[in-house]
């Protein structure tokens, strides 16, 4: 058996997330869809990750075993003439047996993009979530500090994602290596996280508290103190999926 490792980039706009589901369209199932009709028979895909229904990929990670003998481009090529436009494989390659596209990543990478304009242009309706007031970026950008480093983002996980009562493991403490902001044009800001791993709705609920900053309803001393808090319910609202874009997986 060959296990194959692909890149996927989507757009998520019409899709229910990434997890195969029997009553919605989801990436996983789509891609696994084409990928049984080229192999001729069942494949199981694993991802990296899940993503939440509306979240876009430009290189989510999967890999899937298979007695496939077809070559890994024009492999790419029929999975790609199969596939909606909506996925596109952007590479694909033969690993060894021992990579597996969640257990083996290092870190991962996040986008979130908002746009401050009065008037959204239509273009950018599906991609960046609008906010249409001036924010205050020097306080969202000591937010964005203050999340370097390892926590626990107990705060900024989604509420009954985990079970709590399982102590091992390292349940919701994380690591963040970079927490940045910049700006793209006059009004659209692009935030960047990389971490060795992230909690369910943990970049959106970030960025709904730092959303909180920015308008003046949250100072950056409460920012604080949430952060610390480990409790959901002292956070902010969850931004909304669509500004969500996952970046890269790295890997040794």
Known sequence: MRNIKITISFDGTNYSGWQRQTNAITIQGDVENAL???????????????????????????NFETSSTITNKP????????LPFAIRIVAIEEVTTAFHSRFSAISKTYLYNIETAIIQLPTNRLYCVHIPQKLS???IEQCLK?????????SF???GSRDKSITTGRGSV?????????????????FEFTGDGFLRHMVRNIMG?????????TTV???????????????????PAHGLFLKHILYE
């Open 146 to 154: 203050l999340l370097i480093g390892t926590h626990d983002f107990a």
């Open 174 to 190: 994380r690591m963040l290596q970079k927490a940045t902001l910049r700006k793209n044009g006059n009004t659209v800001f692009q």
């Open 137 to 139: 970026i020097p306080y």
């Open 209 to 217: 508290t730092l959303l909180d900053v920015g308008k003046g309803r």
């Open 221 to 239: 001393e409460e920012f604080k103190t949430i952060l610390a808090a480990k409790d959901r319910a002292s956070a902010g609202a969850t931004a």
């Open 75 to 82: 492999f790419q090529k029929a999975l790609n003439s199969i």
């Open 36 to 62: 049984s009709k080229i192999c001729n028979g069942a494949i199981t895909l694993h991802g990296a990750g899940r993503t939440d229904a509306g979240v876009h990929a430009l290189a989510m990670v999967a």
């Open 157 to 159: 996980e989604a509420s």
